[in-house]
């Protein structure tokens, strides 16, 4: 919002914008917190008695409060083995979220699946391209046959023309991880910025991540593999039925 210390505003009630839920109450900022490139950077901080006095608030508040941070003066586990004890188990009013390691492993184990159904169709994705290759140039094959007679004709070893088809379809991946960390880099870079403006998370897109080196390379050879069966019906090219002339 571009507040700077000494400025002024008014806020507003309720969570959907309406220009006539505005308060007459007017704050000033004090201070401008340096940038934690987190979901804290959108806020702006208020103490809880600027909103009990607030009109159309409860001065007592207890109820309009949906979270509190807690910092246990004791860190052993019995002070919050007791906590949870007086409000989750015998209390039916607050949740008391202990420990939270426990309690933040359970929350992504329930949204887990999301991540293995993207895993799966990155490997599905994988696959089709593979097998696009593979027919791509097992296609083209009866085209240059004749090509590759006159190759054979000219001295090249069976080998060669087999070495020569795998390399083709590993070029042919190579090209496409090229063109894949190009548009990767231009979507993630837009989606970054536009993350960070509306959460203030920020996502670096140029991070590394073992994985940007083992997938490309896994799947170039796996690209090169999908070039083996062209590559032995090259190899099993008879000369001399491919040299003689077609009417």
Do not use: C
């Amino acid at each position: 919002m571009n507040l700077k210390v000494g400025d002024t505003f008014h806020p507003f009630h309720g969570l959907i914008f309406d220009e006539k839920n505005q308060h007459s109450e007017t704050y000033v900022v004090v201070g401008v917190l340096k940038p934690s490139n987190t979901p804290a950077d959108q806020v702006i901080w208020i103490p809880l008695e600027g909103i009990q006095k607030m009109s159309g608030h409860d001065p007592k508040m207890a109820t309009e409060v949906s979270a509190v941070l807690v910092k246990l003066k004791d860190d052993s586990a019995l002070a919050g083995f007791q906590m949870d004890t007086r409000y989750n188990r015998q209390g039916d009013h607050l949740t008391f979220a202990w420990p939270i390691a426990t309690i933040m492993a359970e929350l992504f184990d329930k949204i887990g699946w999301f991540d293995q159904v993207l895993a799966l169709v990155s490997y599905l994705v994988a696959l089709v391209a593979t097998a696009s290759i593979l027919v791509s140039i097992y296609n083209s094959m009866n085209e240059r046959r004749r090509e590759i007679a006159i190759l054979r004709a000219l001295g090249a070893r069976r080998i060669t023309l087999f070495a020569s088809i795998l390399l083709e379809a590993a070029l042919i991946s190579a090209l496409g991880m090229l063109i894949s960390f190009v548009l990767y880099g231009v979507i993630f870079t837009v989606a970054a910025g536009i993350i960070r403006a509306q959460t203030g998370v920020v996502l670096d897109p140029l991070k590394f991540n073992a994985v940007m080196l083992w997938a490309p390379a896994a799947l170039i050879v796996l690209g090169a593999l999908a070039g083996v069966i062209p590559a032995i019906k090259a190899y099993r090219t008879d000369v001399a039925q491919n040299l003689a002339p077609s009417s």
